[in-house]
């Protein structure tokens, strides 16, 4: 599987966009992005994925630059409740070793009142 | 409607005990994986099981770890003869029929080996 950087830590004020960047220079042609968050004690949460086309949903929006070599996921307004580590995954599009998700380090996004 | 559950939610043990952790996917979803992470860190991967495929066990740390799962329904992670480095938490995803499909993630169960 390709492999992502993330910023470790991020910080953003309520109420505004959270913006959260996601390399994947690897990244191969079958290749999806995924996006989940993870809140303090809880299981993993699925937000958004994408190819190549830019995605929108009643959560987040996702860009997916051209040339597919990096990715920002969206939060138009983000709440208190957004506070959590993001994950930035890339995943083989068939059944394989590859179709597990592999979860790095993420970014913690911290929104503050 | 259900998500997935996972039990107990909370296990304690002592060094050397056998436990045995469950998990009910949603129903339908012919996909289940399970994942462990240790306190801090991200999550690992340890095994899937796809419809009537072999279980890929490629994640499994140990031949200490087995899982089950009975038809398109409940898996069952064992571990035998724990130790202490097996204490995280072991989290129960599951998904539709297609290797794209979103993966839904149970709540998941503390494991602490004492």
């Known amino acids: 599987d390709a492999k992502t950087t993330q910023p470790p830590s991020m910080d953003c004020a309520e109420g505004r966009a959270a913006n959260l960047p996601c390399n994947h220079s690897?990244?191969?042609?079958?290749?999806?992005v995924y996006w989940y968050r993870q809140i303090h004690s809880q299981g993993p949460q699925y937000i958004i994925h994408?190819?190549?086309n830019n995605e929108t949903n009643e959560m987040a929006s996702l860009i997916i630059t051209e040339d597919r070599k990096s990715s920002t996921l969206i939060l138009p307004h983000a709440t208190l409740r957004d506070t959590a580590v993001y994950y930035c995954?890339?995943?083989?599009?068939?059944?394989?070793?590859?179709?597990?998700?592999?979860f790095g380090e993420g970014t913690q996004l911290t929104v503050n009142p | 409607g259900a998500g997935v559950s996972q039990s107990p939610s909370n296990k304690v043990t002592e060094k050397g005990k056998d436990v045995e952790l469950r998990c009910d996917p949603i129903?339908?979803?012919?996909?289940l994986y399970w994942y462990r992470q240790r306190l801090g860190q991200g999550l690992e991967f340890l095994i899937y099981?796809?419809?009537?495929?072999?279980?890929?066990k490629s994640g499994l740390p140990s031949d200490r770890f087995s899982a089950e799962r009975t038809g398109e329904s409940v898996s069952t992670l064992t571990i035998q003869r724990t130790q202490q480095e097996d204490s995280a938490v072991y989290l129960c995803?599951?998904?539709?029929?297609?290797?794209?499909?979103?993966?839904?993630f149970g709540p998941g169960t503390r494991l602490t080996v004492l």
């Open positions: 995803a599951s998904s539709l029929d297609r290797p794209t499909d979103t993966q839904y």
């Open positions: 129903s339908g979803h012919t996909a």
């Open positions: 994408g190819l190549k």
């Open positions: 099981f796809q419809g009537n495929s072999a279980p890929d």
């Open positions: 995954i890339v995943r083989v599009a068939e059944w394989s070793s590859g179709s597990r998700l592999t």
């Open positions: 690897t990244i191969s042609g079958n290749e999806y």
